[in-house]
């Protein structure tokens, strides 16, 4: 089935400029709700109906996000200098433009494959857990809008949708974080010799 919003490649979708602000509250809703639904409840109204123009809210969520997904320092190695989009819409005809998150368990032993989704699947057996309808914003970041892209949220729904006996059609909105500067996550960037 093709999908109406679909086009080329990502970089011929609508791009919106946003602040670290939405990143955080999509980040924070996925990671609350998958490890710690307690806290989603207590913390309801500032997740389910943000106020990104209040600073205090701004500051809670990201507090809540550190202390949820903090022990990875994930969001700590991504370039300072990242400029951050919201991109509509990621369907699956841009699935080769993502690349699944380096120098974590995801990677191949060789590192030869760039951790392309079609090639992860090979050595990943991860199940699909929800269906793309039900798919909050994935995070990617990648140096320039023809990508490629690193999934720095979102990896387990990617290669479980790509795991699928059938994989089914999604239109979703994402967002997309830009640098020119390296990425430690990004696999394609080649770790610096010294820090």
Not at 133 to 150: E, V
């Given at each position: ?17 946003i602040s670290i602000h939405h990143v955080y509250h999509s980040f924070l809703k996925g990671e609350l709700g998958e490890r710690n639904p307690h806290k989603m409840s207590e913390y ?152």
């Amino acid at each position: 089935m093709t999908n109406n919003n679909s086009k080329s490649t990502l970089s011929d979708q609508a791009w919106t400029e946003i602040s670290i602000h939405h990143v955080y509250h999509s980040f924070l809703k996925g990671e609350l709700g998958e490890r710690n639904p307690h806290k989603m409840s207590e913390y309801h109204k500032i997740i389910t109906t943000p106020d990104f123009k209040d600073p205090m809210e701004n500051h809670l969520r990201f507090r809540l996000l550190i202390e949820v997904c903090g022990r990875k320092g994930l969001l700590a190695m991504i370039p300072c200098s990242t400029k951050w989009y919201q991109v509509e819409f990621l369907n699956e005809q841009h699935i080769s433009e993502l690349r699944v998150i380096g120098r974590c368990e995801w990677d191949s032993k060789t590192k030869s494959d760039k951790n392309e989704i079609e090639k992860v699947i090979l050595r990943e057996k991860e199940p699909l857990r929800t269906e793309p309808s039900n798919w909050d914003a994935p995070i990617l970041w990648g140096h320039y809008k023809d990508g490629p892209f690193t999934i720095i949220e979102g990896n387990h729904r990617f290669v479980g949708w790509a795991n699928a006996k059938e994989r089914l059609d999604f239109s979703i909105p994402v967002f997309i974080g830009l640098s020119r500067d390296y990425c430690y996550w990004h696999i394609l960037d080649d770790v610096p010799k010294s820090v």
